[in-house]
């Protein structure tokens, strides 16, 4: 089992940059396949990226394709979201997402996909 906690968000205006951070409890965050999603209250919660147990391979969902970048430091047990050129729609609670997996360069791009889930950060882009 691992635990997951989210930290980096924060206030910040339209068009700034912000990185946020999930560090994995156990020391074991090299056996899971990564994911950020994020959601707004009455929402779904949605896809953003996710990254495979090696950091070799990723995944983003369209509209973050250019301004979002997921990596990962298996030797901190840290995953982390660059998040560029944020605008108001933006704003959302985010969340990470791990889950144990065999295959090293597997990516998952599902709620359902995943077993662990962080309390999310909330970030909020004011216009």
């Known amino acids: 089992q691992v635990q ?8 910040v ?3 700034d940059s912000l990185r946020l951070s999930c560090a994995a409890s156990g020391r074991t965050a090299s056996k899971y ?9 009455g929402k779904e919660r949605e896809f953003l990226s996710a ?7 990723t995944y983003y969902a369209d509209f973050v394709k ?4 997921i990596s990962r430091d298996n030797s901190k047990d840290e ?15 985010y969340y ?6 065999v295959f090293e360069n597997t990516v ?20």
């Open 96 to 101: 990470c997402a791990a889950k144990r997996i």
């Open 33 to 41: 396949a990564m994911g950020w999603f994020r959601q707004v209250p």
């Open 13 to 15: 205006q339209a068009g």
């Open 108 to 127: 998952l791009a599902r709620t359902t996909d995943y077993d662990y889930w962080g309390q999310g950060t909330q970030v909020t882009v004011s216009s």
């Open 51 to 57: 990254i495979s147990r090696n950091g070799k391979n």
């Open 4 to 11: 997951l906690v989210e930290s980096g968000g924060g206030l």
């Open 66 to 69: 250019g301004r979002f970048t």
């Open 79 to 93: 995953v982390y979201l660059e998040m560029n050129s944020l605008n108001p729609e933006d704003t959302a609670n």
